[in-house]
């Protein structure tokens, strides 16, 4: 089936289709009885993305709760089996490679590593500094320094000078020449203390990709945009999931979607 083949399928179901929006920044986008593909989305990814947002509207038809819930497993494949969940995440990351959050974890573990070698300089002039106490000799240093505003910044302007109009720019990379006596031990406990912001942010990220990534109307809608791109491999990586499907699908139960799914 063709993109324009789709298009005119869809709209035979009363579902309102666009396909010259941005699609809310992303390549497609499902609400109620309406479907976007954004005009930015490559050709090769239409079908797949069209195929995902009409898995959406099939689990609308569903379960009219999905878009405030995230669905469940129990209405999607009458089951509430683990290996439900274990299965389409496999295949999540076959239909999108996102959700693996390969540069995520990259970044994390850099800064894992950065935090290793600051915490090593500190215990070169403090053996006995443990991250998870305070630093007393480094809190009575900064009381007295503008470097403070850098345990929250790592780019900070602080008005200063003559009647407080000048501003001085402090930074992170910077450190050295905008406090040219401050001990080294007390410059990367600053970097080291942003090191372990970032680090946190980025789980925070990673948390909240894997709960989007997690949703069973997301883990659904993967699930037959795979099955257009690879139905053999899908089978392979869920063959639990799959059988559940297929025979739900013939009963009916998945309604028009019976439609679109290639056939063997």
């Not at 630093?135 to 003559?162: H, N, Q, T």
């Not at 925070?204 to 139905?231: C, H, Q, S, W």
Request: net charge positive.
């Amino acid at each position: 089936m063709d993109k324009k083949t789709f298009v005119k399928y869809l709209r035979t179901l009363g579902i309102e289709v666009h396909t010259t929006t941005k699609a809310r920044g992303h390549h497609g986008f499902f609400c109620k009885n309406r479907i976007d593909i954004s005009k930015d989305t490559p050709e090769y990814k239409v079908i797949p993305t069209m195929m995902h947002e009409f898995a959406h509207y099939i689990h609308y038809q569903l379960e009219p709760d999905m878009p405030k819930n995230g669905g469940s497993f129990q209405v999607l494949f009458k089951s509430d089996s683990p290996l439900i969940e274990a299965e389409l995440f496999k295949v999540t990351n076959f239909v999108d490679e996102n959700s693996l959050c390969v540069k995520l974890y990259e970044h994390k573990d850099r800064m894992r590593q950065k935090i290793s070698e600051y915490d090593k300089i500190i215990k070169k002039s403090y053996p006995k500094f443990q991250r998870s106490k305070k630093f007393k000799e480094f809190d009575k240093y900064i009381k007295r320094s503008d470097a403070r505003y850098l345990l929250k910044y790592d780019r900070v302007k602080v008005m200063g000078g003559f009647l407080g109009l000048v501003p001085k720019l402090y930074t992170i990379s910077t450190i050295e020449e905008c406090f040219p006596d401050m001990p080294e031990a007390f410059a990367a406990y600053i970097r080291l203390k942003s090191c372990t912001k970032k680090q946190s942010r980025i789980s925070a990220r990673i948390n909240r990709m894997n709960k989007y990534y997690k949703r069973p109307t997301e883990l659904f809608a993967r699930f037959v945009e795979g099955l257009y791109l690879d139905r053999e491999w899908v089978e392979a990586l869920a063959p639990y999931t799959t059988e559940r499907f297929f025979g739900l699908l013939e009963s009916g139960y998945y309604g028009n979607l019976k439609d679109v799914i290639p056939k063997y």
